[in-house]
């Protein structure tokens, strides 16, 4: 859009995409905010935030036990001095077999890191935006089911598989797509979860690791969800 105000020239930079619905026929149009969807590319940012993520996740369960924490070893193996051999307190040192491990991995280690709010959303538009640049996000009006049926959904991906740029979702064996529902719908997730290479969830769950580890990604209810990830700016 451009307005001429005198030899001054005004370009107003209007963002637009297709909406389909869930039998893959494009019902329309809508435009997308700058803030969320033309986000400039940080991969050092977008790597820091997914790794500290992930590793957020990861619980401490490998453990050794030191000498103190083996069993036995109560008594002196052998008098201190007058053997001809190495002095020894105990047969759970760690220079004995059956010992216990010095340095060893323990289960109280913390391997959290904190990850601030406006870096994680940051990093999240940034994702968001060269998915849609790339030609990888897809928005759909809505996706249902009258009741839990693989079946029925097999039949919508279809319809959205035959989208032109969007041939993968059923092709690709894994990570194809990830579904974004602009709310709960226990419905939709049920009849979706039989497909091991796509996930269902809602829209406010939507995190940077997720959407790296799909390459598709479906947006439904275009106008609430995209009101919603506006919000999220702080």
Do not use: C
């Not at 059923?170 to 719908?185: E, F, G, P, Q, R």
């Not at 939507?206 to 609430?224: F, L, S």
């Amino acid at each position: 859009m451009k307005f001429d105000i005198g030899n001054l020239k005004l370009v107003i930079k209007e963002m637009k995409t297709k909406v389909y619905n869930q039998a893959g026929k494009e019902t329309g149009e809508i435009n997308l905010p700058e803030s969320v969807f033309n986000v400039a590319w940080n991969g050092d940012m977008v790597h820091q935030v997914i790794t500290s993520l992930m590793t957020n996740k990861r619980s401490p369960t490998a453990h050794s036990k030191d000498r103190g924490e083996v069993r036995g070893g109560g008594k002196k193996p052998w008098r201190q001095k007058g053997t001809g051999r190495a002095r020894h307190g105990s047969i759970r040192s760690p220079l004995w077999p059956g010992g216990g491990v010095t340095h060893g991995p323990l289960s109280v280690k913390n391997f959290s890191r904190k990850v601030n709010k406006k870096t994680r959303i940051k990093a999240l538009f940034a994702i968001l935006s060269k998915k849609f640049t790339d030609g990888e996000v897809l928005f759909v009006d809505e996706i249902s089911f009258a009741k839990p049926s693989t079946a029925e959904a097999k039949i919508v991906l279809k319809k959205l598989n035959d989208i032109k740029g969007f041939e993968g979702i059923l092709s690709k064996k894994n990570n194809a797509a990830y579904i974004a529902l602009s709310k709960k719908d226990g419905v939709a997730e049920k009849s979706l979860r039989n497909f091991n290479n796509m996930k269902a969830d809602e829209l406010r769950n939507i995190n940077p690791v997720d959407i790296m580890n799909y390459k598709y990604v479906v947006i439904t209810n275009p106008a609430e969800s995209v009101k919603y990830l506006e919000s999220k700016i702080l």
